[in-house]
């Protein structure tokens, strides 16, 4: 019974999307990646989450541009 060829697969590719439909395929691709991404997010501990925190805050900080004006302290 060895390994299926190509033509296999493709058979039962056509198969699945005239039973389930290209919708429905699609929709159950989108569940399973945001539950992947739930999974891994879950698995983040406290300290992984709050170095992403800071990551994320630093990285806000580096491209902002901080106008003001300059006085001389013995005009002030």
């Known amino acids: 019974m060895g390994s299926f060829s190509i033509w296999h697969w493709l058979i039962v590719l056509v198969v699945v999307v005239l039973i389930f439909g290209t919708k429905k395929l699609r929709n159950l691709g989108t569940d399973l990646g945001g539950a992947v991404k739930g999974f891994k997010e ?35």
């Open 42 to 76: 879950g698995m983040k501990t406290e300290e992984d989450k709050a170095a992403d925190v800071a990551a994320k805050v630093e990285h806000n900080r580096a491209g902002q541009t901080i106008e003001g004006e300059i006085k001389d302290r013995a005009n002030s």
